[in-house]
């Protein structure tokens, strides 16, 4: 089974819905993250919390919320879609490891498309 | 100041050839600098990561090149080969634990 998964996989949605992507891990690590890939734009941080009671704000948080259910759960909600909300969104975790402190370790990533 | 540009945007190598991949950045702070390979349908998974404390690390066919006084490092792909097809994102990170990453290199290896 894969340390990280993220449901759903695939989503069509029309402008105005509600939306949430989900995020589960059982790497046992404290940090998780959500990112958006654009093509052309890299990785942009939307969220990012440390433990259950720690989230902050990324670079691009605008238009997005999120919930830190528990230590292994972080799901991402789009209050109400947009267009230009249509993207690659990756979940990540993070924690110390053999690796060093800082590797991330990524979910397969949900396409959402916004109509 | 906390960009990270990587070039260049995509390369088409030879099998058997070099791949170079090169990354810069502005935030002397940073002190972690790691390389994320991407295959389609996937999420980016670590290749290698390299601190400032060192000018080079190796393992196998992958090289990070680190330049602390240019503020550059780069990934060098020896013996290219069509496995490696992917897109390589360069990222750096200080003490908050946010990676600050690079736009991508779309990276095709020509059998």
């Known amino acids: 089974d894969a340390d990280v998964t993220q449901t759903p996989r695939n989503r069509i949605t029309k402008t105005g819905k509600r939306i949430m992507l989900e995020c589960s891990q059982t790497?046992?690590?404290?940090?998780m993250y959500w990112y958006r890939q654009d093509p052309g734009l890299g990785l942009r941080l939307i969220y990012y919390?440390?433990?259950?009671?720690?989230?902050n704000k990324g670079e691009i948080s605008d238009g997005y919320s999120v919930s830190r259910q528990a230590q292994a759960k972080f799901s991402l909600s789009l209050e109400s879609a947009i267009p230009n909300q249509t993207a690659l969104y990756f979940c990540a975790t993070a924690g110390k490891g053999l690796e060093g402190t800082d590797t991330q370790y990524f979910g397969p990533g949900t396409r959402l498309t916004v109509l | 100041q906390q960009q990270v540009k990587q070039s260049p945007q995509s390369l088409i190598v030879q099998k058997g050839g070099i791949s170079i991949i090169n990354c810069a950045y502005e935030?002397?702070?940073?002190?972690?600098f790691p390389w994320y390979q991407q295959f389609p349908g996937k999420g980016p998974a670590l290749l290698i990561a390299?601190?400032?404390d060192v000018s080079e690390k190796k393992e196998g066919r992958f090289t990070i090149s680190f330049n602390k006084s240019a503020k550059q490092f780069s990934l060098h792909i020896m013996d290219s080969q069509p496995g490696d097809s992917a897109t390589y994102f360069c990222?750096?990170?200080?003490?908050?634990?946010?990676?600050?990453w690079g736009a991508g290199t779309k990276l095709i290896i020509k059998p």
């Open positions: 790497k046992g690590h404290d940090r």
């Open positions: 919390s440390f433990d259950v009671k720690d989230i």
């Open positions: 935030n002397t702070a940073f002190d972690y």
């Open positions: 390299i601190r400032p």
């Open positions: 990222a750096a990170s200080g003490s908050n634990y946010q990676l600050i």
